[in-house]
């Protein structure tokens, strides 16, 4: 499986990003995708999750109502948009796949892409 994440950059707070990450070389059926984010000198930590099959979404709490998880299976792309961008979302951004119980209730993965920086200044 690979996973191509893209779409972060710079923006000032309030502001919004949609980050895309497109999905090759695998099976998605019973597979969910998901988002995580590792700021400097932090624990990398779960974001958002979405099946691949089916409408079951995760969210984390701290960006909950900012974040909206989706996906274009016939482009095999799940986007995130980010609106209302605060500071503290400053972080390098991955998508990444798994089963969809780690995905989205363990909030686990086992197929990583590579990450895409996102910075929100103040």
């Known amino acids: 499986v690979q996973l191509q994440a893209s779409g972060g950059g710079l923006v000032q707070a309030g502001g919004s990003l949609r980050l895309s990450c497109s999905a090759s070389?695998?099976?998605?059926?019973?597979?969910?995708v998901g988002w995580f984010r590792q700021a400097p000198g932090k624990e990398r930590e779960f974001v958002a999750g979405?099946?691949?099959?089916?409408?079951?979404?995760s969210y984390a709490d701290y960006v909950k109502g900012r974040f909206t998880i989706s996906r274009d299976n016939a482009k095999n792309t799940v986007y995130l948009q980010m609106i209302n961008l605060k500071p503290e979302d400053t972080a390098v951004y991955y998508c990444?796949?798994?089963?969809?119980?780690?995905?989205?209730?363990?909030?686990?993965?086992?197929?990583w892409g590579q990450g895409t920086q996102v910075t929100v200044s103040s």
């Open positions: 070389g695998g099976t998605f059926s019973r597979q969910a």
């Open positions: 990444a796949a798994g089963p969809m119980s780690s995905i989205l209730v363990f909030r686990k993965a086992d197929y």
């Open positions: 979405v099946r691949w099959s089916g409408e079951s979404t």
